[in-house]
Antibody, heavy 119, light 107 residues
Framework: QVQLKETGPGLVQPTQTLSITCTVS????????MQWVRQTPGKGLEWMGF???????EYNSEFKSRLSISRDTSKNQVFLKMNSLKTEDTGVYYC?????????????WGQGTLVTVSS | DIQMTQSPSSISVSLGDRFTITCRAS??????LSWYQQKPEKSPKLMIY???NLEDGVPSRFSGSRSGSDYSLTINSLESEDTGIYFC?????????FGGGTKLELK
């Protein structure tokens, strides 16, 4: 079955770079878009960006200048990197995938990884 | 970006009651609206997609509807397991945007 699991650093210092890995199983990254969503106390749930099945990316303009999404299809992994972290970036970061047909958004989620930005 | 205004932000309901949450879209989203339930320390769970379609396994006491730019989630006959936070999501266009959430508690 479809499974997604995020792993992250837990604690990141302000101004540093966040790196999170999403490891998937039960499907191929070359067949589905993979999305990143975060949940922060200040802004709630926010769509961050995605990587298409073909490997191109789109980002929310809120993060565009500091966000990068990539993948390693051989390892079934998707990566999120965000630089210049601020305390307001503290929250839970999720990878997610749409369902099997159009109009079926974020049908699958990872369990999320809590990121705390603090010195 | 499309703004999703969700109300109420919180509500206390008695077991067996019926209640409704509403999201208003700032522009036409043509039924591309989904509802999610989130339990504490858990990921959001898709409950309803394209405004009115129940996800597999979701109890039939849940329903979704639309009236103009207002989209509603209704729970008939609340059960204790229905507590949590509910979010709407528009997926008409990117950036996909969420409502602010409704915290449902038992009275």
């Amino acid at each position: 079955q479809v499974q997604l699991k995020e792993t992250g650093p837990g604690l990141v210092q302000p101004t540093q770079t966040l790196s999170i890995t999403c490891t998937v199983s039960g499907f191929s990254l070359t067949s589905y878009y993979m999305q990143w969503v975060r949940q922060t106390p200040g802004k709630g749930l926010e769509w961050m960006g995605f990587i298409r099945s073909g490997g191109s990316t789109e980002y929310n303009s809120e993060f565009k200048s500091r966000l990068s999404i990539s993948r390693d299809t051989s390892k079934n992994q998707v990566f999120l990197k965000m630089n210049s972290l601020k305390t307001e970036d503290t929250g839970v970061y999720y990878c997610a995938r749409d369902g099997e047909y159009y109009g079926y958004p974020f049908a699958y989620w990872g369990q999320g990884t809590l990121v705390t930005v603090s010195s | 970006d499309i703004q999703m205004t969700q109300s109420p932000s919180s509500i206390s309901v008695s077991l067996g009651d019926r209640f409704t949450i509403t999201c208003r879209a700032s522009q036409d989203i043509g039924n591309y609206l989904s509802w999610y339930q989130q339990k504490p320390e858990k990921s959001p769970k898709l409950m309803i997609y394209r405004a009115t379609n129940l996800e597999d396994g979701v109890p039939s006491r849940f329903s979704g509807s639309r009236s103009g730019s207002d989209y509603s989630l209704t729970i008939n006959s609340l059960e204790s397991e229905d507590t949590g936070i509910y979010f709407c999501l528009q997926h008409k266009q990117y950036p996909r945007t969420f409502g602010g959430g409704t915290k449902l508690e038992l009275k």
